[in-house]
């Protein structure tokens, strides 16, 4: 399995970004992708994720309400758009697959078993 992340950049307050991740390989419809974060100092922390087989959802309260996680009809790529950008979202952003048939929505970093490269966003205040 392998993950191509893009999408990061540098934008101000308020703005927005859209993060773009496709998978290949991926053995189970039912796998479960992810976007995480790790901001400098910081640990690793997860921001949404989304069931490939039936697109169930779950979010960080962090960015509820700003941030939306989608897949394309093949299953195979993910967006996370990202409105209402703050300072505090700056962070490597890294996308993640469960390629396990899975119920439900997994938040737990550990519980994903390949990632792909980060991509930078900044938010400039």
């Given at each position: 399995v392998?993950?191509?992340?893009?999408?990061?950049?540098?934008v101000?307050?308020?703005?927005?970004?859209r993060?773009?991740?496709?998978?290949?390989?991926?053995?189970f419809?039912?796998?479960?992708?992810?976007?995480?974060?790790?901001?400098?100092?910081?640990?690793?922390?997860?921001?949404?994720?989304?069931?490939l087989?039936?697109?169930e959802?779950?979010?960080?309260?962090?960015?509820?309400?700003?941030?939306?996680?989608?897949?394309?009809?093949?299953?195979?790529?993910v967006?996370?758009?990202?409105?209402s950008?703050?300072?505090?979202?700056?962070?490597?952003?890294?996308?993640?697959?469960?390629?396990?048939?899975?119920v439900?929505?997994?938040?737990?970093?550990?519980?994903?078993?390949?990632?792909?490269?980060?991509?930078?966003?900044?938010?400039?205040?």
């Open positions: 392998q993950l191509q992340a893009s999408g990061g950049g540098l101000q307050s308020g703005g927005s970004l993060l773009t991740c496709t998978a290949s390989g991926l053995t419809g039912g796998s479960v992708m992810g976007w995480f974060r790790q901001a400098p100092g910081k640990a690793r922390e997860f921001v949404s994720a989304i069931n087989n039936d697109g959802t779950s979010y960080d309260a962090s960015v509820r309400g700003r941030f939306t996680i989608s897949r394309d009809n093949a299953k195979t790529t967006y996370l758009q990202m409105n950008l703050k300072p505090d979202d700056t962070a490597v952003y890294y996308c993640a697959v469960r390629d396990r048939n899975t439900g929505v997994l938040t737990g970093t550990s519980r994903y078993n390949y990632w792909g490269q980060g991509t930078l966003v900044t938010v400039s205040s």
